[in-house]
């Protein structure tokens, strides 16, 4: 049976509603950022559930998620520390749990409660389906800067690999969110860096592969795929948010998107929107 469906494209609609169009084992990787249940304003009540019924949703879409996702693919979620416990163990019941990354959004101090120690970051897992799963760390190592290489100078280093291409980044990702400063923030409440993005799909999808992103926002994931040649499928039911990616794509497309966190920027390899694939299932 062969089924269509288009790729580069930005759907705006509920996921729930789009997932049965995506082929089984089509997905190289899903990066999701859904609502943490903490009662935001999102256009919509998406956010604003109950803990039962907030734990349920998040089960569901799940559930109609993996089945999706190839056996080399991989699958980053973000939560909140109140309910990643809960995220996690359902999930460890479906799949393998790799990592477990703290960002730290390098929140400056200022206040805060006087009752418990402030909260400064958001949880990332990762999660894949086999023991194959793909994963390229060459691609996100960071550079040793000259200080260290010089203090590494002794014999027993000279030639090793990893002094030349960098070391492999820890599991505690230090970001700063963004604020209106910043050139890459969109009108958007939660908006992730770039920078993060970017790290999980340049190490856990191919070029020319397949990213989702179920709840897209400002669109963070659709900007790092087309700046890193891998194509994208995104759903997002607020129409203010859709019009915001939509924006965000015609700027990378024409060359005034004013963003650079990658080492290879300066030449990025675009993709085009809304490519039609067919694929033999």
């Not at 249940?37 to 019924?53: C, F, I, R, T, V």
């Not at 894949?128 to 290489?149: L, N, Q």
């Not at 700063?176 to 409440?189: A, G, T, V």
């Amino acid at each position: 049976m062969k089924t269509s469906f288009k790729i580069n494209t930005i759907y705006n609609q509920d996921f729930l509603e789009g997932i049965n169009s995506i082929p089984d084992n089509s997905l190289d990787l899903v990066v999701a950022d859904p609502p943490y249940g903490l009662g935001k304003d999102y256009g919509n009540d998406s956010d604003k559930l109950e803990y039962a019924q907030f734990i349920k949703w998040t089960q569901d879409w799940i559930d109609l998620l993996i089945p999706k996702i190839k056996q080399t693919g991989s699958f980053y979620i973000f939560a909140t520390w109140r309910y990643s416990p809960e995220i996690f163990v359902y999930l460890k019941s479906k799949m393998t749990m790799i990592n477990e990354i703290i960002w730290d959004r390098k929140v400056p101090s200022m206040g805060g409660s006087t009752r418990r120690f402030s909260s400064v970051h958001d949880t990332i897992g990762l999660f894949v389906k086999s023991k194959d799963y793909y994963f390229d760390i060459d691609s996100v190592r960071i550079a040793y800067d000259e200080e260290t290489k010089k203090a590494r100078s002794r014999s027993i280093f000279i030639g090793k690999k990893w002094l030349e291409v960098g070391y492999n980044p820890k599991d505690l990702w230090a970001v700063s969110r963004l604020h209106r400063i910043h050139s890459e923030r969109e009108d958007h409440p939660t908006q992730k860096p770039i920078e993060i993005i970017e790290r999980m799909i340049k190490a856990s999808c191919p070029e020319g592969g397949l990213v989702l992103d179920p709840f897209a926002g400002s669109g963070t994931t659709v900007a790092a795929c087309m700046l890193n040649n891998r194509n994208y499928i995104a759903y997002e039911i607020n129409p203010d948010y859709y019009a915001i990616i939509q924006n965000r794509i015609n700027r990378i497309n024409n060359g005034t998107y004013d963003i650079k966190t990658s080492a290879d920027r300066k030449s990025p390899k675009l993709l085009h929107n809304s490519n039609q694939v067919s694929l033999a299932l």
